[in-house]
Structures are given as structure tokens and as C-alpha cells.
């Protein structure tokens, strides 16, 4: 079945931050899959998590960094990373922002983040 979605839910978060779900819980009710389109300001960060989803971040203009067990990584425009579940990771605005598009499987959930 083909579904048109009108457009996203903006979800409110501290910091600065600017999350629009496209496809999720929120906006289109998919537990399966959730595409957010987010922009965050220079030295925007967020707290340590350990999802139990995948997530796969595409950066579009300036930079993300990831923090994990083995350092940290910066991703820059054009590029993309893919965290696994279980895995501890803190993501951050490069020194000039970030805007990106964030996909998870399953859905992305508060209580399935693990934010510490």
C-alpha cells in the first residue's frame, strides 16, 4: 500500500536541536523504521546512549562526531556512519553545526535509546 505523508512531526528536544520526524512512531506510526531530518547547533551534544536499534546518520552539512569505545569520529558532510545496537555512543555538533538524516531499525523509542 502506498502512503503519502503530508510532511514531519517536529519533536522537541533541549539544546537547540531540531528533530523532524519523517517516518517513526510519532509522525507516521512505523515501529519498524524511523527517518528524522535533524539540525543542531555548534557544540550541541547529546548525552551517552546504548540503543537497541541500528542507526544509520547521513551528514548533509557540517559535521557530526561520534564518541565510542574505541575514540572518537568525526563524519563530515558527504559521509555517513552506522552505529549497532549495544553499542555506547555520544553524538555531537562539529564546531559549524550539523544537519543530517538519522534512520533506525527498529524505530527509534525513547526507552530503547539507553541514554544514560
Known amino acids: 500500500m502506498v502512503r503519502v505523508i503530508e ?6 528536544v533541549p539544546g537547540g ?7 517513526g512512531r510519532v509522525n507516521s506510526g512505523d515501529e519498524e523504521i524511523s527517518i528524522a531530518h535533524m539540525t543542531a547547533p555548534p557544540g ?3 548525552p551517552a546512549q ?17 564518541e565510542h569505545g574505541g575514540g572518537v569520529v568525526e563524519v563530515a ?4 556512519v552506522v552505529t549497532s545496537p549495544g553499542e555506547k555512543v555520544r553524538y555531537s555538533a562539529g564546531p559549524d553545526g550539523a544537519e543530517y538524516v ?3 531499525l527498529p524505530a ?9
Do not use: M, N
Open 17 to 23: 536541536k531540531l528533530i523532524d520526524e519523517h517516518v
Open 7 to 12: 510532511g514531519p512531526t517536529r519533536i522537541p
Open 77 to 80: 558532510a558527504g559521509q555517513s
Open 50 to 66: 546504548t540503543p537497541s536499534f541500528t542507526e544509520y546518520t547521513v551528514v548533509l552539512r557540517g559535521s557530526v562526531l561520534v
Open 102 to 104: 538519522a534512520v533506525c
Open 108 to 116: 527509534f523509542a525513547p526507552e530503547t535509546a539507553g541514554r544514560d
Open 44 to 46: 550541541w551534544q547529546e
